[in-house]
């Protein structure tokens, strides 16, 4: 009986792996590009910004190759505005912050041999996140953390824009 036990563990695991494939379920982050952005440049003032680090891994984990030639490109994304920053939400009696805002935008568009695929675009998301004086540096390292994710996330909506191409 001991060894029926890992048999039957493996039919398990084949039909839950089967039904997953069938019913169209798949990893996020692993959107299926169109063939015009297989070669894909990112045109951007500043290419070490969070978002647009995100975005780079975010084509590439999608089988698109980022080129770092506009000339090789299939399709162009231009970031036409990256901008993070924060903004306070509420202060105390004292008039200390209490609670800030994180936020984060872009704008972008995307072309391909000459022809506006999606025109310009944009996207703002944000977050707040309460703020403690006696604990500062957690709090500094809090809202990076918090930039990083509002990148990734917008990254994630760029990459889904691109996949319904």
């Known amino acids: 009986m001991r060894h029926a036990m890992p048999g039957r563990s493996i039919v398990v695991l084949m ?69 993070t920053g924060q903004r306070v939400l509420s202060v105390s009696a004292r008039n200390t912050p209490e609670e800030y805002e994180v936020f984060y935008t872009v704008e972008y568009s995307v072309t391909s041999g000459g022809t ?3 025109p310009r675009q944009k996207l703002e998301l944000t977050r707040d996140y309460s703020y403690d004086t006696t604990a500062v540096l957690a709090k500094e390292r809090e809202q990076a953390v918090l930039r990083e994710a509002l ?12 996949a319904s191409l």
């Open 151 to 162: 990148a990734q996330d917008l990254a994630g909506l760029v990459l889904r824009r691109l």
């Open 15 to 83: 039909c839950t792996v089967v039904s997953l494939a069938a019913c169209g379920w798949r990893l996020q982050g692993a959107a299926k590009l169109s063939p015009t952005m297989t070669v894909t440049f990112v045109d951007a003032e500043d290419r070490y910004t969070d978002f647009n680090r995100a975005l780079r891994d975010r084509l590439r984990a999608s089988g698109a190759k980022v080129t770092e030639r506009a000339g090789d490109a299939t399709a162009v994304v231009k970031i036409i505005k990256d901008q």
């Open 116 to 118: 506006e695929l999606i």
